[in-house]
């Protein structure tokens, strides 16, 4: 039995790599992920998207240059360069080119800017969200590799000395040492240990490709983890009560502030609909000239001068009514400002019930951790003592299955435990800023 111990919690630790394949360390698969999962690059494409929407906003300051050019054909009363109707065809060319320049509008480019601003701030934080959350799927699904990895090998175990104790009590049977019965029995609890190793290594191949699939890993046959030496009496040392880390993560987590600058870009948004109530002021300017082949007296260079015209002048628009749709969309934006700020403290709701959790499933888990290393000490030393009297033929296959079932639901209760709060602790790292690590 010390050879179980040994092997679970100290040999099977040092494993690096399963057949000749590098095996995959978390930080490994959490980059893989972040490079290969959909999700987090469609938060990227939304950030670039919404980069462009600030650019437009910003390009709303620099004036508009069009281009214009026509030809006219006329056929019948047509009016000369000079306003005279004339009955017959003729032929026009013109050109020209005119700008316009927003002086005012209430301000509502300068606040657009601004929402777009907040905007982009927002997407990014999405982006910073959408990543942290992949890296918690990606640890909880290493961790669970793991959990399975050691239950595989205590089955393994198992099989292993079942296997040499039917061939110890064939040899005893030939000797006429014990019952032929008793020989039917512990082959019996052999194709057991079998069965249980077969279904540990299904668990833990289903685990593998669950880990694959998050990292989009087109090949998963060969993929395998690294096996860390993991001392769960070090890790978790110093952690803060759940409402000072609280109070110490809330301005940093990723969706407190994108829902905190959705809210801001929500206020200047109000500021752009009011800015529709204030008239605005543009600047215009043009150039335009024209040919006419028909005027014959004068020659291209003579035309361009005598009909070359310039304009410059201001335009002001003053609102009067447009249907209430001014007053319509600031009460709409209003309304978006008191949704954004429930959201905000949603968002804030929300990461204190998770760091609430997060905390007292690492304190529980801790707490079912030394409880259920008791209980498999103890299921240890009966099951040690089980196999004694059964191999010395003073105990049925039932009995000494019985201990060995016991024996193993307390290992996997402490596995369990072991992995629960490893994994509750690096959630409360990872909500202060430490990257996930093992």
């Known amino acids: 039995m010390k050879r179980i111990h040994l092997i679970v919690l100290i040999g099977f630790f040092c494993l690096t790599e399963t057949n000749g394949q590098q095996a995959w360390t978390l930080e490994a698969c959490i980059d893989q992920a972040l490079q290969a999962n959909r999700s987090v690059q469609s938060n990227e494409l939304s950030s670039n998207a919404q980069q462009i929407r600030l650019n437009q906003a910003k390009n709303q300051r620099l004036p508009g240059v069009y281009g214009n050019a026509s030809q006219n054909l006329g056929f019948g009363q047509t009016m000369n360069n000079v306003g005279v109707y004339e009955n017959r065809n003729s032929q026009t060319y013109n050109a020209g080119i005119s700008a316009s320049l927003n002086l005012f509008n209430g301000l509502q480019t300068h606040y657009t800017i601004q929402a777009q601003e907040l905007n982009l701030h927002a997407s990014m934080e999405d982006l910073k969200a959408a990543r942290e959350n992949l890296a918690i799927q990606v640890a909880s699904a290493y961790l669970q590799v793991l959990y399975n990895k050691e239950l595989h090998q205590v089955a393994r175990t198992q099989v292993e000395l079942s296997a040499t104790q039917v061939t110890r009590f064939e040899q005893m049977a030939e000797l006429g040492k014990i019952a032929e019965g008793q020989v039917y029995e ?48 070090a890790i978790g040392v110093g952690l803060t009560e759940a409402n000072t880390m609280y109070q ?39 150039y335009s000239n024209g040919y006419y082949p028909d005027m014959t007296s004068q020659n291209f260079s003579d035309q361009m001068k005598i009909n070359a015209r310039t304009s410059i002048g201001l335009s002001l628009s003053i609102p009067i009514f447009n249907r209430l749709d001014t007053r319509n969309n600031i009460k709409q934006s209003e309304i978006n400002i008191k949704q954004a700020a429930l959201n905000v403290e949603q968002a804030k709701k929300t990461l204190y019930k998770e760091v609430q959790q997060a905390w007292f499933n690492a304190k529980t888990a801790l707490e079912q951790f030394h409880a259920s290393e008791e209980t498999r000490k103890q299921s240890e030393i009966a099951f040690r003592f089980a196999e004694e009297k059964f191999t010395n033929g003073r105990a049925t296959a039932y009995e000494y299955d019985e201990a060995r079932i016991n024996y193993s639901a307390a290992l996997s209760s402490s596995l369990q435990a072991k992995y629960n709060y490893v994994f509750s602790v690096k959630i409360l790292e990872f909500y202060k800023g430490i990257p996930l690590t093992l």
């Open 186 to 233: 512990v082959k019996a609890q052999h194709a057991r240990n079998k069965q249980s190793e077969a279904e540990a290594a299904s668990r833990l191949q289903l685990s593998l490709l669950d880990l694959s699939q998050l990292l989009e890993l087109e090949d998963w046959s060969t993929f395998d983890v690294v096996v860390p030496n993991i001392d769960v009496y």
């Open 248 to 286: 110490e993560i809330v301005g940093n987590k990723p969706l407190i502030r994108a829902s905190e600058y959705r809210l801001q870009s929500a206020e200047k948004n109000r500021k752009v609909a009011e800015g529709a109530l204030y008239p605005s002021l543009s600047l215009g300017a043009s």
